[in-house]
Each structure stands twice: as structure tokens, then as C-alpha cells.
């Protein structure tokens, strides 16, 4: 019966978010779900499921965070290239943690702009082997070897533009808008949340939590206490947002933000 109630519950996910439009997989772990026939969700298992959000803006695209390391990015990379075929990509990573951009290091190789806030930048410089380390002690079980190795030589790279975090960004890319958002620390001290506000879609990234998560997963980097305050301001100020994508899960409605909101009141400091 739980089954079944769930498995409605993610019927409804996705005829509300027209989840699967169109679905290509990259490997075993990575794969892409288009939302419309313009922005896609790219999801990398590596071992923990991870979403980025590619956009097509016409003759260019968005990428906003990257699959986990490297040879992922590569994969999903290619596959922009040959299915949608632009003169330029542009990355934006939404925070230091390597699943926004443990790409980085394939995407300058490429000659690709990485936007970044400059406490993304600072945080990548000073906290980058601690988050290796965090990393790499949830993967010492055998059969995780292979993680482990490549998260062990992962090589971190900053974001090459910066901006001042407080006053975000805002990128017209072939006529599409994108508004990056700080409303303070959240998940990490650098999160920020990016808006397109003609699709209506909010990439949340890890401040947002998916509506089947049962607390906040790794809170090593968070502060409790404005993680609340920053969701609020969120929700503020995007009141038009149709489609919220969390970093982990899948995505939805607002009632991810909501959702989120009750998991930090349960998780009070
Ligand atoms: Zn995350």
C-alpha cells in the first residue's frame, strides 16, 4: 500500500513538473531529463544522485553546477555539443561542494566560463581537502573503491569570474534571463539559488531539499540557525517560480521549499 501511495505520489511529481519530456542516459550514472523542450535536468550518480541544470539559450548554452568530476562533465559536455550544438557554454557553479562543481577542472580545459561568487572562490582556496576528506570517509567500503579514487585525485577549480556573493548576478544569455540569488548562509556559507524567471524554473541546488527527503543530509558546512531565514527570502522573492530543482531528488513545485522550511524547524539547533 506505502508502494503504491508513493508511486502515485511520483506519478503526480511528474505529470505536475512534465518530468521526462524527453530522457537520454550518458552511462550507467548519468542521466538527462528534459523539462521542456529547452532546459534539462542532468542527474549524476556518483554514488549519491546529484542534479545540474543545462539550459538552451539558442546559439548558446547554461550550464548551472556540474556532474561530480570530470570525465562525467566531459560526457555531458559531448552531449551538448551534439545534440544542441552551441557557439558557447557558460557554467555557473552554485556553491564550493564538489557536486556543484567537480567539473570545473574538464570545463576551463574546454575553455569554458565558470561564473562563481567570491566566497565560492575564497571557500574552494580554503576548504576544499576538508570537503575531500568528508568525502572520502563515507566511501571506505570496498565496492566504493572506485569513488573513492576518483574523488581522492579530483583536482578543485575555482570559478574564473567572480561577482561580490551580496550582489549576486544577473546574465542575459540569447534573450534568456537568469537571476543568481544569496540570501545568506545556508546549506554552505555560499549557496546561491539561480532563477530563470521565463520559464518559471528555480534551481534551488543543495539550500533546497526534494520532497521525499527525510532530514537535511550533510549539514557539516551549514548554519542551522540562517539556513531558515535565507529559504524565506527565497520564496519571497521568486513568488513566481512554477518548477523548484533541489540538488538531491526530484524536483517539483514550491512545496519544496515548504518542505524544506519543515525539515529545518524539526532540525532546530
Ligand atoms: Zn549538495
Redesign the pocket.
Known amino acids: 500500500m506505502k508502494k503504491a501511495i508513493r508511486l502515485l505520489a511520483l506519478l503526480t511529481c511528474i505529470l505536475a513538473t512534465g518530468y521526462s519530456q524527453s530522457k537520454a542516459t550518458l552511462s550507467e550514472e548519468l542521466y538527462i531529463n528534459g523539462l521542456n523542450d529547452t532546459i534539462y535536468v542532468v542527474t549524476h550518480n556518483f554514488p549519491w544522485p546529484?542534479n545540474s541544470l543545462v539550459v538552451n539559450c539558442g546559439k548558446e548554452v547554461v550550464l548551472i553546477d556540474t556532474p561530480y568530476e570530470p570525465l562525467a562533465t566531459e560526457q555531458l559536455v559531448n552531449w551538448i555539443k551534439e545534440n544542441l550544438s552551441p557557439n558557447k557554454i557558460t557554467a555557473i557553479n552554485t556553491g564550493f561542494?564538489i557536486?556543484n562543481l567537480g567539473g570545473n577542472e574538464v570545463l576551463r580545459s574546454m575553455g569554458i566560463d565558470i561564473y562563481g561568487a567570491d566566497l565560492t572562490v575564497e571557500l574552494v582556496k580554503s576548504r576544499s581537502e576538508s570537503t575531500r576528506k568528508q568525502t572520502l570517509e563515507w566511501l571506505t567500503a570496498p565496492s566504493l573503491n572506485r569513488f573513492y579514487d576518483t574523488y581522492q585525485s579530483l583536482v578543485f577549480v575555482e570559478p574564473n569570474i567572480t561577482y561580490p556573493i551580496k550582489k549576486g548576478l544577473k546574465l542575459n544569455v540569447g534573450g534568456i534571463d537568469f537571476e543568481v540569488y544569496y540570501p545568506g548562509e545556508s546549506?554552505s556559507p555560499d549557496n546561491v539559488v539561480v532563477y530563470i524567471p521565463k520559464s518559471g524554473i528555480l534551481f534551488g541546488g543543495?539550500m533546497i531539499k526534494s520532497a521525499d527527503s527525510k532530514n537535511l543530509g550533510f549539514t557539516g558546512d551549514a548554519n542551522i540557525n540562517e539556513w531558515p531565514l535565507s529559504v524565506k527570502k527565497v520564496k519571497e522573492r521568486f513568488p513566481n517560480a512554477a518548477v523548484v530543482i533541489p540538488?538531491?531528488g526530484l524536483w517539483g513545485g514550491k512545496e519544496l521549499i515548504d518542505h524544506t522550511l519543515k525539515l529545518l524547524q524539526q532540525t532546530k539547533p
Open positions: 546529484s561542494h557536486d546549506h543543495c540538488h538531491h
